[in-house]
């Protein structure tokens, strides 16, 4: 079990850019994957991007190119900087670390893009 508590959202306007950061309660290592996901008001809960520990990245083909995803094993956080941001990026952003095929989540971040 892990705790993972997510900051950095908040109303940015088109074009802008935000960086998200997930904090975990304990080490991060031994976490086979670290993503993160969002969720649009009425929508499915949707990859954004993922981390593996060996460094491999994934990104959802909406947000290659824009977005970048980070892991930090030594302060035990994940990051996602979000660059060239749209409003159809507005949502709740959530962190997840996986182990075992497991999912655990954060409680979540707003994040509105909107002028």
């Known amino acids: 079990q892990v705790q993972l508590v997510e900051s950095g959202g908040g109303l940015v306007q088109p074009g802008g850019s935000l960086r998200l950061s997930c904090a975990a309660s304990?080490?991060?290592?031994?976490?086979?994957?670290m993503g993160w996901y969002r969720q649009a008001p009425g929508q499915q809960r949707d990859l954004v991007s993922t981390?593996?520990?060996?460094?491999?990245?994934n990104y959802a083909d909406s947000v290659k190119g824009r977005f970048t995803i980070s892991r930090d094993n030594a302060k035990n956080t994940v990051s996602l900087q979000m660059n060239s941001l749209k409003p159809d990026d507005t949502a709740v952003y959530y962190c997840?670390?996986?182990?075992?095929?497991?999912?655990?989540w954060g409680q979540g971040t707003q994040v509105t893009v909107s002028s």
């Open positions: 981390i593996s520990s060996d460094g491999t990245t």
């Open positions: 304990r080490s991060i290592s031994g976490f086979s994957v």
């Open positions: 997840t670390a996986v182990k075992w095929g497991i999912h655990n």
